[in-house]
């Protein structure tokens, strides 16, 4: 049972996935047709029986067909919420609070020090950078699976009806996106050379993080390097990554809407995975509820 398609929840090799049949076509379009023997697509909210357990899947308002599961069996409900986040997200379902006894929630941002602004505000700062530099090339880095289509669509919500290029390794998720609704305007390929020196003056390029740092990169005009994620906080990470505008998008919960969720769910355990666990388990324990951390092992981190 997968909750999502980023690489450190969703693997190729499995004999037999159970997940949301968007989920499903990502992870094709991501590992190729054989990424698993036999594959079943779940409905939000549908009842299903797995040998004698019960499984629903429910919205996490992660990235595109991201779900939270639950599982059920002689009255202990588990839900197991993947990755998640409760802002406003144009690109995919939002994420609904689950009855449960024991919660099992992500805490990639889970320090106090962790309150992401309104994604809104950020694209206005890149709006007004283009603004400022009409000749530069802003290239903004984010990851291929959500966080780019969820960029570009804000960029759309803000108001730039211009065509907006992308590196080639979004353009399948990025068609995939659209296929599903998703309308994320004019996007054409970032492809550069010498007959067209002009076409990238003041243009928004969306790319992978790591293709900034390619030689691609530097034969735009002037390249502005931006970069979306929720680690853009930490003014360290982006200096060193050589950030110039660093915009703080997350599709993760901060620490007040950790809280806040734990708060509605009221479950009577919530174990804690997927990054800090330390300060939200001991923030459980000062609320009386019991709380541990699940440590796992081999999975690292995409897609904040
Ligand atoms: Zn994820």
């Known amino acids: 049972m997968i909750t999502h398609g980023h690489s450190d929840h969703a693997r190729a090799g499995h004999r037999h996935v159970l997940a949301t049949r968007q989920t499903l076509d990502i992870m094709r379009i991501r590992y190729g047709e054989d990424f698993c023997e036999s594959e079943q697509g779940a409905e939000f909210g549908e009842v299903l029986d797995v040998g004698g357990v019960t499984v629903s899947f429910f919205p996490a308002g992660h990235v595109l067909g991201s779900a939270q599961i639950a599982v059920e069996k002689d009255g202990l409900r588990i839900v197991a919420s993947g990755d998640y986040k409760r802002g406003v997200d144009a690109t995919c379902a939002p994420f609904e609070p689950v009855k449960c006894d024991v919660f099992i929630t992500e805490a990639t941002f889970g320090l106090p020090v962790f309150h992401h602004p309104e994604p809104r505000g950020e694209i206005a700062k ?163 509820l019991p709380a541990k951390p699940l440590h796992l092992v081999g999975y690292e981190d995409e897609g904040d």
């Not at 708060?263 to 300060?279: C, D, F, L, N, Y």
């Open 126 to 288: 890149l709006l007004r950078s283009i603004e400022q530099f009409p000749d530069r090339t802003h290239l903004v880095g984010a990851y291929s699976l959500g966080k780019a289509q969820r960029v570009i669509r804000l960029i759309r919500d803000c108001g730039w009806d211009k065509p907006i290029y992308i590196h080639g390794a979004l353009a399948k998720l990025c068609d995939y996106y659209a296929g599903q609704g998703i309308e994320l305007g004019d996007l054409r390929p970032a492809t550069i050379d010498k007959s067209t020196p002009d076409l990238f003056k003041g243009a928004i390029v969306v790319g992978p993080p790591s293709a900034f740092q390619d030689r691609w990169a530097r034969r735009f005009n002037e390249p502005l390097i931006s970069f979306a994620s929720g680690w853009m906080m930490v003014r360290q990470r982006a200096k060193q990554g050589g950030v110039e505008l660093p915009l703080v998008i997350s599709d993760h919960c901060d620490w007040p809407e950790l809280l806040e969720t734990i708060k509605e769910i009221a479950p009577s355990e919530v174990w804690v995975t997927h990054g800090r666990e330390e300060a939200l388990v001991r923030w459980c324990e000062l609320q009386g």
